[in-house]
């Protein structure tokens, strides 16, 4: 079975700073994505990604987000000024090809913002 | 725009039981439409999928679901709980955009 990689599991960081997520997609994925969950809420559609861009993104992801893939492996997610209320669990998903392929979801990476 | 409703928030059942969970989704066209479970502090695992075809669907762990068009429902259904069911399980939808959207859950509890 192929897995979905994220870093760091938990993540700890002070109100203001920058953190960023890290996804490993499955080889030869070709769509990426990041959502989210805040504690006790259902999983949230922050964006997706395809061909080095950006295909959509929720009223969430407003200007404190970006995603990239750097080296062509992994996936990340920044968010360049943390508020407290970006606390949450973050998954990235990716997805072959056809949109009836599955999303494999990421074991998550758990942000605390104090 | 697409919705799914998962009415109830938290099921207790008997371990042995049989189990159904609900689902509603609001969609125009046909719906892609998904179960996963999430087990404590663990990511999304895929229970099962309907795109086409058999409206009854297998999964994994013993679990299937029968998509209702009439009803507009993709009941999940297992007829014997274990205690290791144990765990968040929620009802999604694809978008037209390829974005999952999410129920808002049901929490399911085991009685020994």
């Known amino acids: 079975e192929p897995e979905v990689t994220q870093t760091p599991s938990h993540q700890v960081t002070q109100m203001g700073q920058e953190v960023i997520l890290r996804c490993v997609p499955i080889s030869n994925h070709l769509y990426f994505y990041w959502y989210r969950q805040i504690l006790g809420q259902k999983v949230e559609f922050l964006v997706s990604f395809y061909n080095n861009e950006i295909s959509e993104k929720s009223e969430i992801f407003d200007d404190q987000f970006s995603v990239e893939r750097p080296d062509g492996s992994n996936f990340t997610l920044k968010i360049r000024s943390t508020k407290l209320e970006d606390s949450a669990m973050y998954f990235c998903?990716?997805?072959?090809?056809?949109?009836?392929?599955?999303?494999?979801f990421g074991p998550g990476t758990r942000l605390t913002v104090l | 725009a697409q919705s799914v409703t998962q009415p109830d928030i938290h099921i207790t059942v008997s371990e042995g039981a049989s189990l159904e969970l609900r689902c509603n989704y609001s969609?125009?066209?046909?719906?892609?439409l998904f179960w996963y479970v999430q087990s404590p502090g663990q990511g999304l695992q895929l229970l099962l999928k309907?795109?086409?075809?058999?409206?009854l669907v297998q999964g994994i762990k013993g679990f299937e679901a029968e998509f209702k068009r009439s009803q507009s429902s993709f009941n999940l259904r297992k007829p014997s709980v274990h205690w290791s069911d144990a765990a968040e399980y929620f009802c999604a939808v694809y978008s037209s955009a390829s974005k999952i959207i999410f129920g808002s859950g049901t929490r399911l509890s085991i009685r020994p």
């Open positions: 998903a990716t997805r072959l090809r056809a949109s009836t392929d599955t999303q494999y």
């Open positions: 969609y125009g066209a046909t719906p892609y």
């Open positions: 309907y795109f086409s075809g058999d409206t």
